[in-house]
Nanobody, 129 residues
Framework: VQLQASGGGSVQAWGSLRLSCAASGVSFSSVSFNSYVMSWFRQAPGKEREFVSAINRGRSTYYADSVKGRFTISRDNAKNTVYLQMNSLKPEDTAVYYC???????????????????WGQGTLVTVSS
């Protein structure tokens, strides 16, 4: 089971980026991918990994207060891929962004990194002022 994150880069403040996370492996067939909660976390230098956004099988979405109104999570189950559209980026959004997946995480635990079994390798987002 692999999660491959991509789309990071360097951008100026108020710019936009779209991150992608493609899932592959035995557990991620086109049918079962839909059953996974897919989330994004981020980790800035010297800080703990923090929740950014999640989307569940019903396509309900959840956001950290710090990104609400600026970031949008979506999923394409046919492509086994989840996206994070990031607009109006701020320097404090600078971090390594990780995608995560799990089938059994409950809503109250979406925000906890320890709830997820599968992780991508991370993609770096740098926002300059």
């Amino acid at each position: 089971v692999q999660l491959q994150a991509s789309g990071g880069g360097s951008v100026q403040a108020w710019g936009s980026l779209r991150l992608s996370c493609a899932a592959s492996g035995v557990s991620f067939s086109s049918v079962s991918f839909n059953s996974y909660v897919m989330s994004w976390f981020r980790q800035a230098p010297g800080k703990e990994r923090e929740f950014v956004s999640a989307i569940n099988r019903g396509r309900s979405t959840y956001y950290a207060d710090s990104v609400k109104g600026r970031f949008t999570i979506s999923r394409d189950n046919a492509k086994n891929t989840v996206y994070l559209q990031m607009n109006s980026l701020k320097p404090e959004d600078t971090a390594v962004y990780y995608c995560a997946a799990d089938r059994q995480v409950i809503v109250s635990s979406y925000f906890s990194a320890s709830s997820y079994h599968y992780w991508g390798q991370g993609t770096l987002v740098t926002v300059s002022s």
